[in-house]
């Protein structure tokens, strides 16, 4: 008699699983249905057949620890990232920088993942490793005159990360650089054949000693340290005199003024612009060659003369 009860009970069991699709965790599947996930969790896995439908999921989920020394909160339940700090890149809005400029700087800590988390910028320790910068602690770089377009080197340290950034000051005012500012004479050119804050460079000298003051070699592209002449032309046509010569191109950003003149008598007093047009015959990104016309006089015959003024 118990054999027999056991046996009606199994066969009782087939019959109740085989009535419709009932969903129990071991087996998974049957005729009827299948269950393609066994897990049961927080978050809300689904499972579905096309007789029923599965949402596995335990709440509440969500708790809070806490213990009163040290002050540590523990959240669960919530999402949340995990990172690791891999560098610290500094960033500016411009690579470039005119001298005398000035322009924020700013950091951000790059993440394992790749992602991004910004930094104040006054929480960053800040420090110019070379170039002509200046920077503030709340990341305010600014630049200082230049002679020529010069690299410069930031550094940031945060956390213990440490970050560098390049960055270019362009030498952007021509004349305005050491004891050479405003003198007339590029900075650049001082600075070449003089080197820097040279009392020789000086635009009345003539160091080397050819007749010819640094400013006006300076006006028409020769060299300073070595003796040279200036290379005017004068012709006759028809009723007016062609004078020609060469101007250097960076001077004519410095307020240096080319003037052609004419005399009859050799007079100091008796020197005229009147009249006199000029064209730029010809240029190149250093030399411009100029032609002047000048009314000829008396007999076809006038003196003239390339006066050269600074500012």
Do not use: C
């Not at 709340?138 to 230049?146: I, M, Q, R, T």
């Not at 070595?226 to 005017?232: D, K, R």
Request: proline share 5%.
């Amino acid at each position: 008699m118990k054999t027999k009860s056991l046996l009606q009970a199994a066969a009782l069991l087939t019959t109740l699983s085989l009535d419709g699709p009932r969903a129990h965790a071991d087996p998974a599947s049957s005729a009827a249905y299948s269950i393609p996930a066994q897990t049961i969790s927080a978050g809300q896995a689904r499972s579905q057949s096309a007789l029923y439908a599965n949402h596995g999921t335990t709440e509440p989920v969500g708790g809070t620890a806490q213990a009163p020394s040290p002050n540590v909160v523990s959240r669960h339940g919530f999402m949340g990232q995990l990172y690791e700090v891999t560098a610290l890149q500094l960033a500016a809005s411009s690579a470039t920088m005119n001298e005398a400029a000035s322009q924020q700087l700013g950091a951000v800590q790059l993440l394992d993942d790749l992602t991004l988390i910004a930094v104040p910028p006054a929480s960053i320790t800040w420090s110019i490793l070379s170039g002509p910068l200046s920077i503030q602690a709340d990341g305010v770089a600014a630049a200082s005159a230049v002679f020529q377009n010069t690299a410069a080197v930031v550094q940031g340290i945060y956390a213990g990360q440490t970050g560098t950034m390049g960055l270019a000051v362009l030498d952007t005012i021509p004349d305005n650089f050491g004891t050479y500012a405003g003198d007339g004479i590029g900075d650049d050119w001082q600075v070449q054949y003089f080197g820097q804050n040279n009392p020789g460079a000086a635009p009345a000298l003539d160091p080397d000693g050819d007749g010819l003051r640094n400013l006006l070699e300076f006006a028409t592209g020769l060299n300073p340290t070595s003796p040279s002449l200036i290379a005017v032309h004068t012709i006759k046509n028809g009723g007016s005199l062609e004078f020609t010569y060469e101007r250097a191109v960076a001077a004519l950003g410095t307020g240096v003024a080319f003037l052609v003149e004419w005399s009859d008598t050799l007079a100091g007093s008796d020197w005229h612009a009147a009249g006199v047009t000029e064209s730029i015959l010809s240029a190149n990104a250093t030399t411009q060659q100029i032609k002047a016309t000048i009314p000829a006089g008396l007999n076809g015959q006038r003196f003239v003369r390339l006066r050269v003024t600074g500012p």
